[in-house]
């Protein structure tokens, strides 16, 4: 079946440090790929996505590429903040399904920002 | 912007209860999901729902049904709750992709 694979933490950064997330995943389709935050106390939101190979995806300053030749969706930031301390999930549905497949989590990454 | 509401925040219920977790969107979505959150886990998927009255099962369904009699809402039950159902759940929603999840249910069971 489909898994995703992403490093696991605490990950501890200094403010305006470069930030990477390593996500690898296994699926037998063409996935759809996700990443998800989720602040204290709330739900996840949805960071960004990419729907094919090749395609970045982008928002409040992070960025993930489909690289379907290592199969990977690594997260990056330039320069953290202390607002970005979250838990990080990479996230894949399978398109054959269509939306209503659920999707398929790794197991979240805690990032930890220090002043 | 889409709007997924859980009816409770935190829930304390009894072993052997039959426990009800209540969720509502409000964007006319077909797709709602049930998934659970434990620590070193992640996310799991419970049950999901493509259609009202339709329920397919997810990687966890046992010791789970769902409900859903109307588009909006979808219904998490616990029919005998046990102590490893203590967990984090969370309801999500969507027309296609991506899905739109409420802020959970912090559920514990003494």
């Known amino acids: 079946g489909d898994s995703v694979t992403q490093m696991e933490g605490p990950v501890t950064l200094s403010e305006e440090a470069f930030l990477t997330i390593n996500c690898t995943y296994t699926?037998?389709?063409?996935?759809?790929l996700f990443w998800y935050v989720q602040y204290p106390g709330e739900g996840l939101q949805l960071l960004l996505k990419?729907?094919?190979?090749?395609d970045k995806g982008s928002n409040k300053g992070f960025e993930a590429t489909y690289r379907k030749e290592t199969t990977s969706f690594h997260l990056e930031k330039g320069s953290v903040q202390v607002s970005d301390s979250a838990v990080y999930f990479c996230a894949l549905t399978d398109s054959v399904g269509g939306g209503a497949d659920g999707l398929t989590f790794g197991k979240g990454t805690h990032l930890i920002i220090q002043p | 912007d889409v709007k997924v509401t859980q009816s409770s925040r935190y829930l304390v219920k009894r072993t052997g209860e039959k426990v009800f977790l209540e969720c509502v969107q409000d964007m006319d979505h077909e797709n709602m999901f049930w998934y659970r959150q434990d620590p070193g886990l992640g996310l799991r998927l419970i049950y999901f729902s493509y259609d009202v009255k339709m329920k397919e099962k997810g990687d966890i369904p046992e010791g789970y049904s769902v409900s859903r009699e109307k588009k909006e809402r979808f219904s998490l039950i616990l029919e005998s709750a046990s102590t490893n159902q203590t967990s984090m759940y969370l309801c999500?929603?969507?027309?296609?992709?991506?899905?739109?999840f409420g802020d959970g249910t912090r559920l514990s069971i003494l």
């Open positions: 999500a929603s969507s027309r296609n992709q991506p899905q739109h």
């Open positions: 699926a037998t389709g063409y996935p759809s």
């Open positions: 990419a729907t094919k190979a090749d």
